[in-house]
């Protein structure tokens, strides 16, 4: 089986050497978004990226930020309806999968070097089958190549080996941490639209199956836009900061908070009946009516913050995600209409 498989890996893996010499030359971080454009450039199977890259490289300094090649990935790699976070988080996530597997694989061969002869192939066989991403699938045999190498010079194989384990745990680590990134808002620090909206699939699914409760607040504050006109864009940016930590503090255990959008939140709570819900919000409500926003200076109060909420119960037999957020909108919106710094229910 080995043999089959030489020919083509050592064309394979020249190139993916060549990528990650190149990206350790360049001081580009080893996240597969960069894997991939590297390995896509050594290999030279997508043209008009490697002219723009060596273009780049002849008018500009020799710096390639990870803000360089995620242009280059989305231009050149990326299917062209992917944006760029879901882009990054795409990767990632199929980057942890993959880096988990070969974990697996050389945590096995550091245990029985006798067993390990027989089981590589094995290994690689089934690997190859659950990577679908090419550049991974280089990665992961590139990985694993440098393991069968180790094997092959028979000294001191479990410190090396435990060298690649830590390298791979590293990476693991770093990868971890991108894919964290992509689901929080920049500004805010809570989690983002696009971490909502799969935490709201995950949690419906949750609620219809196990038919326990499962409730919404969304939450926008009041006249905002006085904010910004009044005191400029950046307090209305350390408001938004402000309010976003109250809420992560307001919440516990399994409940959700994130920015749905400009100055609106969002928050689930799962295992919470309606009267519950509308317990927190107006708990929430009160925490930021008092919570005033001071100057840094003198300590004067420079402006007080309310917000409004509404509240929805997640209906399993007739809501889609959609419906079940206009309702928690609809009451938001009555909220404002009644006077705003209020929580209010869903109408039925
Ligand atoms: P209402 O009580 O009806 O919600 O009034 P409002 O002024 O809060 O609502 P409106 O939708 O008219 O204005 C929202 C404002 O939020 C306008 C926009 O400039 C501001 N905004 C949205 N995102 C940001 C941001 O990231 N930073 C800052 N500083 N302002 C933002
Ligand atoms: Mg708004
Ligand atoms: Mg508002």
Redesign the pocket.
């Known amino acids: 089986m080995m043999s089959n498989m030489k020919k083509p890996e050592s064309l394979i893996l020249r190139r993916a050497k060549a990528a990650l010499s190149i990206m350790v030359e360049r001081a580009v971080e080893p996240t597969p978004v960069n894997y991939s454009v590297w390995y896509h450039y050594v290999t030279g199977d997508i043209k008009n990226l490697n002219k723009e890259i060596d273009t780049f490289l002849k008018k500009r300094s020799l710096t390639i930020t990870d803000d360089v090649n995620i242009y280059l990935y989305n231009k050149y790699i990326t299917p062209a309806d992917k944006n760029e976070e879901e882009a990054v988080s795409h990767a990632s996530q199929n980057a942890q999968t993959v880096l988990g597997e070969i974990m697996g694989v050389i945590d096995k061969f550091s245990g029985d070097t006798q067993t390990y002869n027989n089981q590589i192939d094995t290994h690689v066989n089934d690997l190859s089958k659950k990577i679908t991403d090419p550049a991974l699938k280089e990665m992961a045999r590139e990985i694993i190549s440098r393991a069968v190498a180790i094997r092959d010079s028979g000294t001191a194989l479990h410190s090396k080996l435990e060298e690649s384990r830590h390298e791979v745990v590293q990476l693991k680590d770093s990868l971890e941490k991108a894919t964290t990134e992509s689901h929080r808002d920049f500004?805010t620090g809570v989690s983002n639209r696009k971490a909502l909206e799969k935490k709201l699939d995950e949690l419906t699914a949750w609620a219809r199956e196990s038919k326990a409760d499962l409730c919404l607040l969304m939450i926008?504050?009041?006249?905002?836009?006085?904010?910004?006109d009044k005191f400029g864009?950046?307090v209305?940016?350390e408001?938004?900061k402000s309010v976003g930590a109250t809420l992560f503090d307001s919440i516990k255990g399994k409940d959700f908070v994130a920015r749905y959008g400009?100055?609106e939140f969002a928050v689930l709570l799962p295992n919470t009946p309606l009267a519950g819900a509308l317990i927190v919000g107006e708990n929430i409500r009160r925490t930021i009516q008092e919570t005033k926003l001071t100057h840094k200076d003198t300590g004067d109060v420079i402006a007080e913050v309310t917000i409004?909420i509404g509240v929805a119960r997640y209906r399993p037999e007739h809501d889609s995600t959609a419906v079940f957020i206009s309702r928690a909108d609809n009451a938001l919106y009555r909220s404002?209409m009644g006077g705003?710094n209020r929580v209010t229910q869903e109408s039925f």
């Open positions: 500004l926008d504050i009041d006249h905002f836009k006085r904010f910004n864009h950046l209305g940016d408001v938004l400009g100055e409004s404002k705003r």
